[in-house]
């Protein structure tokens, strides 16, 4: 059973940057590929970004909508999973949460562990 605490959401204006961390208490972390999904009020959950690794090094995926904005990265010493994000915009604003999965998939149904979810609200 994994589990995964999220942290570093908040409020910042438009414009702004902030990092969020997701740990996991998983000492195989660095097995599972790892993504981070937003839920804005009245919205369905969505894929923002996710990170795996490969035979050819770590690989990462990105929906369109943050691309050139948002990063994702991980720290498998740490057992930590990162999401920066620049360049924030009022339409970021959503609880975002970070999950795992054995196998990668862009698809929320595929992931196996979820956080509790960090709230990030950005301001016009």
């Known amino acids: 059973q994994v589990q995964l605490v999220e942290s570093g959401g908040g409020l910042v204006q438009a414009g702004g940057s902030l990092r969020l961390a997701c740990a996991a208490s998983?000492?195989?972390?660095?097995?599972?590929?790892m993504g981070w999904f937003r839920q804005a009020p009245g919205k369905e959950r969505d894929f923002v970004a996710t990170i795996r690794f490969t035979i050819v090094g770590e690989v990462t995926n990105y929906a369109d909508s943050v691309k050139g904005r948002f990063t994702i990265s991980r720290d498998n010493a740490k057992n930590t999973v990162y999401l920066q994000m620049n360049s924030l915009k009022p339409e970021d604003t959503a609880v975002y949460y970070c999950?795992?999965?054995?196998?990668?998939?862009?698809?929320?149904?595929?992931?196996?562990?979820w956080g509790q979810g960090t709230q990030v609200t950005v301001s016009s």
């Open positions: 999950a795992a999965a054995k196998s990668w998939s862009l698809n929320l149904q595929d992931y196996n562990y």
């Open positions: 998983e000492r195989t972390f660095s097995s599972y590929a």
